[in-house]
């Protein structure tokens, strides 16, 4: 965990942070029950984490030139992903990207400083939740 969240860091910033929106990979399940805003994933999704490009922190289309996470992942991390509002309005370049609550791996390893649950925790939180609700991490 960290207050001085870096670009690259591995760490989980601390804070309180907004849920925005989603995305589910629809080939893996149906669409959760929620009243967060959710889009389909597709493989053509990705993340710009470039510190330097004007499209830091921000979904990008791939290919893309930039350096970029791909939301498409084998692992299933992202079958289900929801975007936090950390370092994006507006994106402070190097303070970090990509920072996401999406699905844990079944030993739950440490993310790259996502938060993730299981997904059947995670359809569960999502039927609770909506736009505007805040995670706290501390």
């Known amino acids: 965990m960290s207050r001085f969240k870096r670009e690259g860091d591995g760490a989980t910033p601390v804070g309180r942070f907004e849920l925005l929106y989603g995305y589910y990979r629809p080939d893996r399940g149906l669409r959760p029950?929620?009243?967060?805003?959710?889009?389909?994933?597709?493989?053509?999704?990705?993340?710009?984490?470039?510190?330097?490009?004007?499209?830091?922190?921000?979904?990008?289309?791939?290919?893309?030139?930039a350096s970029h996470e791909v939301m498409w992942r084998e692992d299933r991390l992202y079958d289900i992903v929801l975007v936090l509002n950390c370092n994006m309005y507006p994106a402070v370049k190097g303070c970090g990207s990509a920072i996401f609550f999406h699905v844990a791996r079944e030993d739950y390893r440490p993310t790259q400083g996502c938060v993730a649950v299981a997904p059947r925790d995670m359809r569960l939180i999502l039927e609770t939740v909506q736009a505007g609700d805040v995670v706290e991490i501390r």
């Open 33 to 65: 029950r929620t009243r967060l805003p959710l889009k389909r994933l597709s493989k053509i999704d990705g993340w710009c984490d470039d510190a330097d490009h004007p499209r830091y922190n921000r979904p990008v289309s791939l290919p893309f030139s």
